[in-house]
């Protein structure tokens, strides 16, 4: 079975993992110390992925269990998974903003990347491209647990055969 069967169910699980955490806490403090901005994202999300109660979250981290397993046996036969970072292009300044449907939007077309952070494994983005508007347009490798070189020397290497050019430099 494909782990990319799985890629919507383990998003919603996810965020709901998350949503519970963020409310359980640290919720009261970045509504104090969080700019306007960051809550207005979070009450998004949390609006979107309600957090679970006790019983919910315990159901959650068990559930986590057999979807993992899955994973793992994928890279046992495929050493390295190559997927987008994301499969929309990315969005105007402000976009998270615009309420759960935005948030929504985001998580779909994140969900491998949501995915690697669920199930902890290592995962590498490279530049791989521009768009014809001159977005950047990326790859992610994931791997399995604790092959993290795999997945940077793979990374060394798409990104010394492409040789994209980036809109911004991150090396100083």
Do not use: C
Not at 44 to 67: I, K, Q
Not at 103 to 124: E, I, K, W
Not at 137 to 158: D, N, W, Y
Request: no cysteine.
């Amino acid at each position: 079975m494909s782990p990319a069967r799985h890629l919507s169910e383990v998003t919603e699980a996810y965020a709901r993992l998350v949503s519970t955490e963020v409310m359980t806490q640290r919720r009261e403090l970045m509504r104090q110390v969080g700019s306007a901005v960051l809550n207005a994202f979070l009450d998004a999300a949390l609006e979107l992925f309600p957090p679970l109660d006790l019983a919910g979250y315990m159901s959650g981290l068990g559930e986590r269990l057999p979807l993992r397993a899955v994973w793992s046996r994928f890279f046992t036969d495929y050493p390295i998974l190559l997927g987008p970072v994301s499969a929309q292009l990315p969005w105007p300044v402000g976009y998270d903003l615009a309420g759960t449907a935005a948030v929504a939007t985001m998580y779909d077309a994140q969900r491998l990347t949501v995915a690697a952070n669920y199930f902890s494994l290592p995962a590498v983005t490279v530049p791989a491209a521009l768009s014809r508007e001159g977005l950047p347009i990326g790859v992610q490798l994931v791997t399995s647990p604790f092959t993290e070189r795999r997945g940077l020397a793979a990374a060394s290497l798409i990104e010394d055969s492409l040789q994209t050019k980036i809109p911004i430099d991150p090396r100083p």
